[in-house]
């Protein structure tokens, strides 16, 4: 009986040599059917089939370029836009002008199109990409992934939520090359309480400034300050201090460490963030796949415009 049983429990936990495979097949498929970014790539290449199904008079190579078709949902889209504007339906006159003013654009346009005034217009261009990225990352923005991932993504990308550290100080200019007495005499004179404002050399630079990251203080006063304050004391006068424009006496009053704030507290923009780097995966496999399409060929040698070495 005891062999019966360590045969039951050897059947209950190891899988026969034989599954292996599947089971890792599976898994495999489980992690990518669950994967956002192939949802994403997905719903992009159904997005873009539905754009050519939904409009084939621009999509469709083989139409004839004389025959102009308004259809229903042509006058819809029409007075949809009039409604917007006005808040109310066009009137029948008001629909009529609108149609005839559509179809004298699309006229015009299709002109322009034969004579080729579409070429190298970067504007044109630049236009049909733009819409071109929308389709592809127009799913982005409904995506609702559970918090779970939301979570494992803070936790990967920490940095870029976390609240840098920021300082308030005093200063006290005591100009490009103070003479030694001059600094201990400043040093003593902030000692006895005296207006920090009042003394030191006069200037145009601030005496001071409240809480600040570190860009904002090193535009202020040079790369590297910020990181000489971070050394400083809290609430004591120290120095000189080297910025770009000469020796300051420093009271540091103020300073916050850098902090990830609570998940909770910054969802929305953990979501946000999300949302963007899935749609740019999605758009870059795309192109690359779209790219696959075409014959590219680079006759450029140099890298450079003609004439340029």
């Known amino acids: 009986m005891g062999n019966d049983l360590m045969n039951v429990s050897w059947q209950t936990t190891n899988p026969p040599s034989g599954a292996l495979p599947s089971i890792r097949k599976q898994s495999l498929i489980r992690r990518i059917v669950t994967e956002p970014f192939v949802h994403f790539a997905l719903l992009s290449l159904a997005i873009f089939g539905w754009f050519k ?55 015009l346009y299709r002109e322009a199109l034969a004579l080729g005034l579409d070429g190298n217009d970067e504007i044109i261009r630049n236009r049909m990409v733009q819409k071109m990225n929308f389709l592809l990352t127009s799913e982005a923005g409904a995506a609702r992934p559970e918090d779970e991932v939301l979570q494992t993504y803070l ?9 840098p550290p920021r ?29 920090h404002r ?10 001071g400034f409240e809480l600040s990251a570190r860009t904002s203080v090193d535009s202020n006063f040079g ?8 050394l400083l004391p809290l609430g004591e006068w120290s120095g000189p201090v080297q910025s770009s ?54 006759l450029g040698t140099t890298g450079m415009p003609a004439g340029e070495s």
Do not use: C
């Open 53 to 107: 199904l939904a409009q084939p008079g621009e999509w469709s190579a083989g139409s004839d370029p004389r025959v102009i078709i308004i259809d229903q949902r042509q006058i819809d889209v029409l007075a949809g836009q009039f409604e917007d504007t006005w808040r109310r339906p066009p009137t029948a006159e008001e629909l009529a002008n609108m149609k005839e003013d559509w179809l004298n654009r699309e006229v």
């Open 155 to 163: 936790t990967d990308n920490a940095e870029t939520f976390t609240t």
């Open 167 to 195: 300082i308030a100080a005093s200063l006290v200019y005591l100009g490009q090359n103070p003479s030694g007495t001059f600094v201990d005499q400043t040093r003593a004179r902030l000692a006895t309480g005296e207006d």
């Open 198 to 207: 009042q003394l030191g050399q006069t200037s145009l630079l601030p005496a």
């Open 223 to 230: 790369t590297g300050f910020f990181d000489q304050l971070q």
């Open 245 to 298: 424009f000469g020796l300051h006496m420093v009271r540091i009053d103020n300073r916050w460490d850098a902090v990830l704030p609570p998940f909770g507290a910054i969802r929305d923009r953990v979501l946000a963030d999300w949302r963007e780097k899935q749609a740019e995966r999605a758009t870059e496999l795309f192109i690359d796949n779209l790219r696959s399409t075409y014959v590219i060929e680079d």
